[in-house]
C-alpha cells in the first residue's frame, strides 16, 4: 500500500492535476471516479496506472478485478492520500492515470467543433458531452481555449474523450482542416441569423465562442455564415454550454 506523499506515482498525480505544462510534458491526465476509469477501461484507452483505496464500492472493486486481469498495473492507497489528490469534494476511491493518445480526425468530416477562447472547465466538459452526443466527429481547441484534459474537463465530459478526437491547434493549422475538408463555417453569434432558418446539412465546422467576450477575431475571420438561437423570454442569452449544445442538436435534428 501507497502511504508516503513522496511516492512517484503520488508525486506524478499531483502534478497532472496542475498545469497543462505538466500534463504536456508526462504525455499523460488524469480520469476519477468509477464511471470515468470503466469508460476509459471500455474504450482500451491505454493506462499507465491506478490508484485506490479501500472505501472503494462494490462496483468499483468489480473494476479493479477487470484492470488487473488486463495487466493493468494497480496499487492501492492509503485513505486520507489519495482524498488529498482528489479534485471532488468527495473521493469516489479510484483514480488512473493514461496516456495521452489522440484520436485521428478523420479523412473527410462533415461536422467539426471549434471551441474558441473558453475559460470555464465545466462548460468546455459539458461541450465535449455534447459533441460526443450530438454525432461531431471531432473537436478542435484553439490556443486560448483552457486545456481539454484538465481534471475538471474531464469530468464534465462524462467519457467522450474517450470517444472524440480532440485536438489542440492554432489557427492556421485549423484553417488548413478547414479548407481541406471544405466545409462551410458556421459562428455562433447573437447578431445571427435564426438557427431554424438555416440549412447545415452541409459540411460544416460549427464556432462556439467564449462566455464572456464571444468570438474572437481569428474565429470571425473564419466565420461564413453567423447564426443565433432565437428566444422567447427576457434573457439576453445562452452560456457558452447551453447555446453550442442547442446548435449541435439543431446540426443533428436537420441530418436525421
Not at 474504450?43 to 493493468?72: C, H, M, T
Not at 438557427?195 to 468570438?215: K, M, N, R, Y
Not at 427576457?234 to 439543431?250: H, I, P, R, Y
Amino acid at each position: 500500500m501507497i502511504s508516503s506523499s513522496q511516492n512517484p506515482k503520488i508525486k506524478l498525480t499531483h502534478a497532472l492535476a496542475g498545469r497543462p505544462k505538466e500534463r504536456r510534458e508526462a504525455g499523460a491526465f488524469l480520469a476519477e471516479g468509477v464511471r470515468l476509469v470503466e469508460e476509459a477501461h471500455a474504450a482500451d484507452w491505454p493506462f499507465r496506472f491506478v490508484l485506490y483505496s479501500d472505501e472503494l464500492s462494490e462496483r468499483g472493486n468489480e473494476l479493479v478485478k477487470k484492470l488487473e486481469d488486463k495487466q493493468i498495473e494497480v496499487e492501492e492507497v492509503e485513505n486520507g492520500l489519495l482524498q488529498s489528490l482528489s479534485k471532488t469534494e468527495t473521493s469516489q476511491g479510484i483514480l488512473a492515470v493514461l496516456n495521452d493518445l489522440q484520436l485521428l480526425i478523420p479523412e473527410s468530416p462533415n461536422f467539426l467543433l471549434i471551441l474558441d477562447a473558453l475559460r470555464d472547465p465545466g462548460n468546455l466538459g459539458t461541450l465535449l458531452r455534447s459533441a460526443d452526443a450530438a454525432g461531431v466527429q471531432a473537436v478542435l481547441i484553439p490556443p486560448e481555449t483552457t486545456d481539454a484534459f484538465a481534471p475538471k474537463v474531464v469530468r464534465a465530459g462524462m467519457g467522450a474523450h474517450f470517444r472524440l478526437p480532440i485536438h489542440t491547434m492554432g489557427w492556421d493549422e485549423i484553417n488548413q482542416v478547414i479548407r481541406l475538408a471544405n466545409l462551410q463555417v458556421f459562428l455562433a453569434d447573437m447578431d445571427g441569423q435564426p438557427c431554424w432558418e438555416t440549412d447545415f446539412h452541409q459540411p460544416l465546422a460549427l464556432i462556439v465562442g467564449s462566455e464572456a467576450e464571444g468570438a474572437s477575431q481569428q474565429a470571425r475571420k473564419l466565420g461564413n455564415v453567423f447564426v443565433k438561437i432565437p428566444m422567447a423570454g427576457k434573457t439576453e442569452s445562452l452560456n457558452a454550454a447551453a447555446a453550442g449544445s442547442v446548435l449541435m442538436f439543431e446540426v443533428m435534428r436537420q441530418r436525421k
